[in-house]
């Protein structure tokens, strides 16, 4: 059996999640249920980056112990999870033992190795990106280039990973690779830098007079892991790296690590290097995905504009009938369809309603309540197997979306898929206003009334297939109205005429049209 590894970044915990934080998970999950049904042994990899000064700092000013405040974060991002149908495998934490020694064992393999060494360094540190910056990279005077909050100076001696030795590696890695980093515009940033910028090495201890909270490190008691080399580890640590080779043997390397693209350089340039350093394989593909803004400003809590995911789903579950399910099912269709997961995207209820209401509720939901209606209506619930070609109405849409769904939902084109998707739902809607089925019940045609309500049913089974890994909820509502028992998703499954019979069971219309007005 094929294994697929994909991971979510790890989230720091020095805040509460927000929906950027979601959007990455869903994501992952997406890409994860989709392997799924593909047949493939899948591990999905999320968690929480636990260490660092902001962390502390956080703590401190909450007035309880760090380690009480990071659980109690920890606790929010788990309950999180769940609320968004997220179906990860493991949950790594960055405090966990198990992880800690890996870090440990990393650092002192390198140190071996003479890829470690101790220096002075002069440099100016921003916490919110919990990253170092030489003089010539900052931004108006003293300010961190990637989040624009000052920087501080910082003077002492620390140790430091040869990045700089894996340069020349590097770079031809890169040329010979051009899928390693996706989208094309953060393979070509990564080049650009690269290009513009040697590698200069990396500072991976911090000073424990000056900081504490993070993992000893195991060469020198008086530091502490600088909290970017410990994180990347969790990829690693999470499926046991040096303590259960057999499983890490099976899913390493990862297939996709999905990231945001604040954190590519970590991800693109530090990362593949610490692998290779090690002796271990590379990843195959690191995709940056874009941001979701307000008002053109990234969704963060420095910048105070956070949408809390809870209360967003609480708030769509009450204008979805109370229905939980269909509300996460809902959000996470219009994260997917609104825009490629490589851009930026502007975030707004009215927009997130309006896609509910003409996708959703007009499109979808409506085409799902007729055909069971009619289903009911015209045969008593009993729709049996016309041995039929596709009707030539939708035969091009459905041999397209067999053709090209693997491939888009493969590449995380999620958007794509959908679009070939609907296209299918708006053909249907389309085939039962042409068809007028009202008419042939008055004129006695049931050779004609029987084929077309079992091509409709078998249209509305193959919409809940390829619909499974981006909204499971609904996809499993259809296909219970279906009369579908064994649930089943897999797209060997979506091959026109594959059932002989459904046992229509109605149900409530999937998406009631929202009036916020
Ligand atoms: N802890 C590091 C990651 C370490 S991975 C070894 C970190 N954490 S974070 O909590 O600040 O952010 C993690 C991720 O959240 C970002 O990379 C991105 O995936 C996501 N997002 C945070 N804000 C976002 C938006 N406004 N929009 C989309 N995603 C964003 O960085």
């Known amino acids: 059996m094929k294994k697929f590894y994909l991971t979510s970044p790890i989230y720091y915990v020095n805040a509460s999640p927000h929906i950027g934080h979601a959007y990455t998970n869903i994501i992952c999950d997406c890409m994860a249920r989709f392997r799924r049904i593909r047949g493939e042994n ?86 919110g990106c919990e990253t170092f910056w030489t003089k010539l990279q900052l931004k108006d005077g003293n300010k961190c280039p990637e989040c624009g909050r000052k920087t501080e100076k910082i003077q002492e001696e620390n140790y430091f990973f040869k990045l700089s030795k894996y ?32 590698l200069t090495d990396l500072c991976i201890s911090r000073p424990k007079k000056r900081i504490s909270w993070g993992i000893d490190f195991p060469i020198d008691q008086k530091y502490i892991v ?45 990362w ?63 994260l997917m369809r609104e825009i490629p997961i490589g851009a930026d995207g502007n975030f707004s209820f009215k927009a997130l309603i309006s896609r509910i209401n003409s996708d959703l509720a007009n499109d979808l939901g409506n085409l799902v309540y007729r055909s069971i209606n009619m289903a009911q209506k015209y045969s008593g619930g009993k729709v049996e197997a016309v041995r039929e070609d596709i009707p030539s109405e939708f035969k091009e849409t459905i041999v397209k979306l067999e053709k090209d769904y693997d491939s888009f939902m493969s590449r995380g084109e999620f958007w794509k898929a959908l679009d070939d998707l609907f296209a299918l739902v708006s053909l249907t809607n389309k085939y039962i206003e042409d068809t ?31 619909l499974y890994p981006i909204m499971p909820e609904t996809s499993l509502s259809i296909q219970k109205q279906l009369g579908i028992e064994d649930a089943s998703f897999s797209t060997q499954e979506a091959k026109w005429g594959s059932l002989d019979v459904f046992l229509i069971k109605k149900e409530k219309p999937l998406f009631p049209r929202i009036d916020v007005s």
């Open 272 to 334: 593949p290097i610490m692998l290779k350093a090690l002796d271990l394989k590379i990843p195959n593909c690191i995709f940056a995905h874009g941001w979701w803004k307000i008002k053109k400003e990234k969704i963060s809590k420095s910048k105070g504009n956070i949408v809390n995911p809870f209360e967003l789903i609480d708030q769509l579950t009450d204008l979805l009938a109370g229905n939980q399910a269909l509300a996460a099912d809902a959000f996470r269709y219009f």
């Open 167 to 198: 340069e020349s590696w590097f770079k031809q890695y890169l040329e010979d690779n051009p899928e390693l980093i996706r989208p094309k515009i953060r393979y070509n940033e990564v080049k650009g830098f690269l290009d513009n910028h040697p």
């Open 42 to 127: 899948v591990f999905f990899l999320t968690g929480t980056d636990e260490h660092g000064e902001k962390i502390q700092k956080a703590a401190n000013a909450e007035g309880i112990t760090t380690k009480d405040f990071i659980d109690n974060k920890v606790d929010i991002f788990k309950q999180l999870w769940p609320k968004l149908n997220i179906s990860y495998d493991f949950f790594v934490r960055t405090s966990w033992k198990g992880h800690i020694n890996v870090v440990k064992k990393v650092i002192e393999k390198l140190y071996k190795k003479g890829d470690i060494y101790k220096s002075k360094y002069n440099a100016f540190y921003c916490i």
């Open 226 to 270: 600088y909290v970017w080399f410990d994180a990347l580890i969790n990829y690693i640590s999470a499926i046991g790296y040096g303590f259960d080779q057999e499983k890490f043997n099976t899913f390493w390397p990862a297939d996709i690590h999905f990231i945001g693209k604040d954190i590519l350089r970590h991800h693109a340039i530090f």
């Open 436 to 466: 007028k089925p009202w008419n042939l019940k008055k004129e006695a045609k049931e050779k004609e009334l029987f084929s077309f309500l079992y091509a409709i049913c078998e249209g509305i089974r193959i919409v809940s297939i390829y």
